[in-house]
T-cell receptor, first 110, second 112 residues
Framework: GESVGLHLPTLSVQEGDNSIINCAYS??????FIWYKQESGKGPQFIID?????DKRQGQRVTVLLNKTVKHLSLQIAATQPGDSAVYFC?????????FGAGTTVTVRA | NAGVTQTPKFQVLKTGQSMTLQCAQD?????MYWYRQDPGMGLRLIYY???????DKGEVPNGYNVSRLNKREFSLRLESAAPSQTSVYFC???????????FGEGSRLTVL
């Protein structure tokens, strides 16, 4: 079936470096994608979203890139900080419901 | 604003017992959702309610029932708990037209 998934389950990054988290999706009809961050013991929190008519969207220290040709989504975090350690999920909207990928656990090394 | 509040935060049940997870939101959102989160599987939608008075099945509804008591409250009931229902349950809400879901802190359920 069609689903949203992430390329790697874990990512270790040095503090101050940039992080790139990848996600592949298979539902070509999806037109809205979201990145969520989940810290240990908490619920997911919205980071940034992007619609299919865009290739790139920037927020505060984060950038989301969408490549519809290869159905790939990425989240870039600039100057990664210890507080960025969390699980990151990509999700797609389909009929007002979100479908989540399995998540990438990001660990920031001091 | 408390946002989305779930109770209880932790619960241990024996197989066959029943229980209800409560959820309330104070953001006047129309839509509410129940997800379960298992290791390595992300969040999976159990049931959702697009508006007060309506409920619909999500991806994994078997073994669960829901009630949209009013606009604020959306409860999830396990009639006869099974070990496979051991999970962390999240309630969420939004306006229904955007994807920005607001999540509760989660309810960790263990079924022995």
């Amino acid at each position: 079936g069609e689903s949203v998934g992430l390329h790697l389950p874990t990512l270790s990054v040095q503090e101050g470096d940039n992080s790139i988290i990848n996600c592949a999706y298979s539902n070509s009809a999806s037109d809205y994608f979201i990145w969520y961050k989940q810290e240990s013991g908490k619920g997911p929190q919205f980071i940034i979203d992007i619609r299919s008519n865009m290739d790139k969207r920037q927020g505060q220290r984060v950038t989301v890139l969408l490549n519809k040709t290869v159905k790939h989504l990425s989240l870039q975090i600039a100057a990664t900080q210890p507080g960025d350690s969390a699980v990151y999920f990509c999700a797609e909207i389909n009929d007002y419901k979100l479908s989540f990928g399995a998540g990438t656990t990001v660990t920031v090394r001091a | 604003n408390a946002g989305v509040t779930q109770t209880p935060k932790f619960q241990v049940l024996k197989t066959g017992q029943s229980m209800t997870l409560q959820c309330a939101q104070d953001m006047n959102h129309n839509s509410m959702y129940w997800y379960r989160q298992d290791p390595g599987m992300g969040l999976r939608l159990i049931y959702y309610s697009a508006s007060e008075g309506t409920t619909d099945k999500g991806e994994v509804p078997n073994g669960y029932n829901v009630s949209r008591l009013n606009k604020r409250e959306f409860s999830l009931r396990l009639e006869s708990a099974a070990p496979s229902q051991t999970s962390v349950y999240f309630c969420a809400s939004n306006e229904g037209e955007t994807g920005e879901l607001f999540f509760g802190e989660g309810s960790r359920l263990t079924v022995l």
